[in-house]
Nanobody, 126 residues
Framework: QVPLVESGGGSVQAGGSLNLSCAAS????????KGWFRQVPGKKREGVATIYTGGRGVGRYYADSVKGRFTLSQDNTKNTWSLQMNTLKPEDTAMYYCATGPSDGGRCPLSSYQYWGQGTQVTVSS
């Protein structure tokens, strides 16, 4: 069973919008670190937007390059979390992955993300 399944990728023109969704099982949705990452061939995977929902309160992170344009949200009734991407730029082109896992002392380092989806491609043309 695939732990996480992404959907919603595609091709858009610059300035357009896409909404990515990550479907989790009840087990994988229970972890307190959830996020979206992206990777371009030949480059390191980077965190785009993450959320911590553990006992120390809710914490959100957005990469500087997406602040004000991307929004991470979650739906506890559907075991999903989404990434609304607005005002897309060509440099947002990448494979996008959702991931989740247990926090480490209330933090969500990359090592916390133990479960990953297979990725969904986002291509933004100029």
């Amino acid at each position: 069973q695939v732990p996480l399944v992404e959907s919603g990728g595609g091709s858009v023109q610059a300035g357009g919008s896409l909404n990515l969704s990550c479907a989790a099982s009840r087990f994988t949705y229970s972890f307190d670190c959830k996020g979206w990452f992206r990777q371009v061939p030949g480059k390191k995977r980077e965190g785009v937007a993450t959320i911590y929902t553990g006992g120390r309160g809710v914490g959100r992170y957005y990469a500087d390059s997406v602040k004000g344009r991307f929004t991470l949200s979650q739906d506890n009734t559907k075991n999903t979390w989404s990434l609304q991407m607005n005002t897309l730029k060509p440099e947002d082109t990448a494979m996008y992955y959702c991931a989740t896992g247990p926090s480490d002392g209330g933090r969500c380092p990359l090592s916390s993300y133990q479960y990953w989806g297979q990725g969904t491609q986002v291509t933004v043309s100029s």
